[in-house]
């Protein structure tokens, strides 16, 4: 049994109006299995860079416990490269560089060894790819777990539609829910996407947190104020990341699971936001997220007895 | 003792993309007075209204065993009218019409009777009003919870800091919060406010919920997402009486009450936004309240164990 996860492993170069960086490694994969390495030991990583992409980062993904067999390597060619600048609300963003190069022409190779995979996270990658991954296992996952955005939905709708259709969990912002959905109020957006194919929907809030829904139930999470946001890249799939490593480790998908694992991918979420890159990500200990989850549990408990 | 509402009673016009009012009544002492209604019954009101203002209106005042010894009538004057236009994301509005009228000159006398109160809810006014109603209290009460807005940040920032240094509670949107403060960040936000003079701070976020600071600690209560919003009118200052109507209804101040204050502040406000104008929030029952606050428990609650 393990977890596998698929996205792009990259690099970035952000701006944000704490600072610069240089190319520091990324991409939606990076994010979510580190964050979920914290929470399950059998992770596996699907994904591809070019030469340029350092040996130690791949060193760091095996103290992490990530499986790399499924990471291409391909010699003479270049990783994906994004880069852009935030505003000082830090909610919007402007890509200032994206060079495909490798991510382009990715073909997701699926190991032997990966198909005892029974928790799927599909990364965002484009809908195409994600729905090849899918059929490229011999068994379904018992939760397959989708995140995506709205470029998809602009230039891939049809495959976004189709690769719906396969999944148990989507993830996306407030804003790509009213895109999906032709809905303004996120309760009808919701009860649109659950028909769409996921019978969850996660609906991620930034610093308003996040809301799941499923049947007629709904839950709320919220997200921990901070007083310093140095660099929201990686926060989404960091989340997701949390949520399905979560998942995995209980075993049982619930929607009493999923409430926890919202909490914990939101306080996997919240550090990553504390530094540029993966740098705080790549450091925590078991007691920095159970004193982070407890400070959720602080921020919204209330003495109404049910 | 009591709890003195003071507050506009006027009439709004109002159009949102669900349809559209005549002048109806409104007003910030309208909906926090009816809003406490639910909670305790002895609440006194202060304003003051034109001749044009209905009995039939008066009378639901005391059918809510509201006071109202304290709202003038001023012969051969018109009421207070504002009419605005909501936007389709329900977020913005647009200001059509303000004719101040009696509110231009108003004077808030509080009679003998009213000097009981221990229990103040300064709602949306000029902070020289609201300031000469605390000169003219002769105790101070036990807590005074003040409402504001942007307009008077723009116009009467000087009296509107001095009023600050005599309140215990400010409530404010986080736009608001920003501007007061000069901090994008509403945790730095909150910890510059507290410093003004209230002791709590409430950050009312609409469809993202609400925030309130106090110390180092930080409660975070969701909104209820509903799937239609037909008229935001009034939704913050129902929130405001709903809160303080249970905090006079428990009477001891504190932080965990106020946690579940807010919870009944919101559960207000949300009926408020179901209909237009005060239509829901004058004909509840402590059933539906009581069904609506279940609602936030459930919508909340999740199991990790602190």
Redesign the interface.
Known sequence: MSLLVIGSVAFDAIETPFGKTDKIVGGAGTYASLAASYFYDKIKLVGVVGEDFPQSEIDDFHKHHIDTEGLQIKMGEKSFFWSGKYH??MNSRDTLVTELNVLGTFDPIIPDSYQDCKFLMLGNLSPQVQQTVIKRLHNRPRLIVMDTMNFWMNIALDDLLETLKMVDVLTINDEEARQLSGE?????AA?KIVTMGPKYLIIK?G???A?LFHED???????L?????YDPTGAGDTFAGGFIGYMAHMGEVSF?NM??A??YGSALASFCVEKFGTEKIKNLTKDDIVAR??E???????????
Chains 1, 2 share one sequence.
């Open positions: 000082n609300d303004y109020s996120l309760v009808k009860r809030k610093e308003h947190g809301l139930k709904i839950f709320a999470a919220p997200a104020p901070l007083a310093e946001v009493e409430k926890n919202i909490i989850v407890q959720f549990v602080r921020l919204s408990k209330f003495n109404i007895i049910s």
